[in-house]
Nanobody, 125 residues
Framework: QVQLVESGGGLVQAGGSLRLSCAAS????????MAWFRQAPGKEREFVTG????????YYADSVTGRFTIFRDNAKNTVYLQMNSLKPEDTAVYYC??????????????????WGQGTQVTVSS
């Protein structure tokens, strides 16, 4: 089993920045691709960004390209999401996800085997 714990959420003004962290514990040797999803009130959970185990492959949703950056430190079993130029529409609960079968990164939620509990990000206008 793998446990994922997100941190770093909070309240920020539009145009500001936040960095989210996702720390993995347990059988971390089996985690490959990792991703961030988000879910706003009344909306479905959506893909934000994903990163391969090596860190060489990264994918972003169009809505965050150029503003968000994902990176990972495998020595610390941690994935980060640097969010810049935040907008009110970025307000959501952000979830970290990991897949353990080597399927790689996907925008589909079913691709991921483990999920964190989520961290709230609120961007005020």
């Amino acid at each position: 089993q793998v446990q994922l714990v997100e941190s770093g959420g909070g309240l920020v003004q539009a145009g500001g920045s936040l960095r989210l962290s996702c720390a993995a514990s347990g059988r971390t040797s089996s985690t490959y691709g990792m991703a961030w999803f988000r879910q706003a009130p009344g909306k479905e959970r959506e893909f934000v960004t994903g990163i391969s185990w090596s860190g060489l492959s990264k994918y972003y949703a169009d809505s965050v390209t150029g503003r968000f950056t994902i990176f990972r430190d495998n020595a610390k079993n941690t994935v980060y999401l640097q969010m810049n130029s935040l907008k009110p529409e970025d307000t959501a609960v952000y979830y970290c996800a990991a897949e353990s079968s080597g399927r790689g990164i996907s925008r589909e939620r079913l691709n991921y085997d483990y999920w964190g509990q989520g961290t709230q990000v609120t961007v005020s206008s």
